[in-house]
């Protein structure tokens, strides 16, 4: 049996680790290319939007690769919009064209149905070891998250910014090799170590502005273009609202975290919306706005996936939002037609709109 | 001798060219690209030449969709996207304008400037209609030259509602309104109006738009545009004079504040040299991105359209 896991960014690595703690044989995904959307594209319906897309094609990348399993991550957080979606709809569209494989689930389900579940796969599993495998890989998904962020506010201050992308590759690297917990703090310090080599000039004055959008369309570097990237390398700090953890944290039911921690987004956001349309919709606007608020962030940038609807309804509120603090906005539809230099006018104009 | 700057907006439809120096504009063109963008800018730096024998560039700035390419063709000194630099250029001639309203070839944008700098813009997302490239060939469609297409909508008596959703909904909308029997320019009238009503409800959508407005691009040029507009705002509309290059002069007006120390600039003779394009794929991964290889003569440019930097 051989696992394998869609990319979302660099979550998978997080996910690769859990499995290897259960004692499966894992197989890396390959990477995202233009083969992977057109496959997808031309597979689903075509109304469906873009990550349905990416998903459908990487699917068959995996089990080209070798993969006769799939895990992937079902939600019970009670906003999730496509995520279970994002399985059924592509392993019936696989199955037509004649791919056939297993699949494992982790979340969306009590502990003891999962527990069930994951038995199947991994016989002799007690629920005391299946809690402490799915806290390591949160874990795990928090130091991936913590590198992403590091790279990123490091990044508008290096001199060298291609030294910023080796450092991320290395440091990926060692937090995948790290299968322990004392391990992972190990690689953490390493890889502080070697940021300390990167020549950076701390007295420039990079603008902070925020990257909000849909799940996957923040997640996925491919499909947002490296967005973070492009932005760093032109002074500016990208933060983001949504991180992987925080949904399995909220919706998993694992360990001390419950929902309260996040009550904070539902009081910042009530101005604005007060239910939830779904996946992160509500948390970005809460994010948003308390970043707002302690005047943390100076522009918006909002990225969503053309034909989806909970997004477009949430550009309008982010307009309203931009306007309510007098900070500039840029939306950004993408779909599967968009070309990199529609992308690129828009922020490089951005930029230049927020140096003024 | 004066220090004089160059603008170059190579757009999808038009290659625009300024020159700029301290006293003002000296020159602006405007020419149809029709598909062979090099050669085009060619033939305008031949009537730069021409017209201005001892000019002396200090500076390039080179915008519009096809900037990286032209950037290395000429040896830009500065490169910029097309919304700072019409910005730049109507702020120069409309000091206290606050919205543009610029429909080019293939794109639309709303720009909001304030006290001369620019507070907030938008451009077409996802779909092109209303843009110069859709009014051309509806154009040719109704057998009309593109620049007579405004004075005919101006001779409308009747307005005609068309849908301007979408460019090919327009499309049979207008034929269908055509086998109705409504007359031409009504026809075209109605078309005007919907491409301004397509333009403020999807481009300008929520914005505010407050006077004065400047509306610039080629499709400026087309006087039913402009009365559509003045009917639907209620508002005066300007039209600059030098409307269809407002780019490349805002591109000009950029590199002359850049306070450019020495140019990179290769001068008016490459209007003589040969340049080719040739494009290849690259096989070595699946991407397969598709690289533009530039040579001049037998010397290599650049290369451009790589996604992992392999070709830089």
Redesign the interface.
Known sequence: MKVSFYHLGNSWIAFKGMVKKLGLETVDPP?I????LEFGVKHSPESACEPFKYILGEYRDLLEAGADTIFYMESSAEEACRIPQYMTGPKTILGRLGYKFDTIAWGGKEQKELLEDFRKVSPGLTMFKFKLVQLFGIIKLHYIEWLEDFVNQLRPYAIDKEKCNELMKTGLDLIDKAQSIPNLIKAKRKIKKLARQIKSDRTRKPIPILVVGDLFRILEHEANQHIFEKLGNVGIMPYRSFYLSHYYRKGGKIGPWGKKSFKYRRKFASRYINSTMAFGTLEAVGDTVRALKKNKVKGIIHLYN?TCMPEIVNS?IF?KIA?DFDV??L?L?S?E?ETV?HQD??I???V??LK? | MNRAYLGVDLGSVSCNIAVVDDKGVVYASYARVQGRPIETLQEEFKKIKKQLPNLSISGVCCTGSARFLVANIVGADVIKNEITSHATGTVHFVPDVRTILEIGGQDSKIILVKDGSVVDFAMNTVCAAGTGSFLDQQAVRLGLETEKFGDEALRSQKDVTIRGRCGIFAESDIINKQIMGHKREDIINGLCRALVRNYLNNVAKGKKIQEPVVLQGGVAANKGIKKAFEDILKMNIIVPQHYNVMGAIGAALIAKNNRIQETKFRGLDIAGKEFKVDSFECKDCPNRCEIVKLSEEDKHVAYLGSKCGKYE
């Open positions: 990477k290319t233009r083969k992977t053309f309008v307009k306007k500039p906005l939306s539809v779909g037609h230099a006018t828009r490089e104009a951005f230049d709109l003024k």
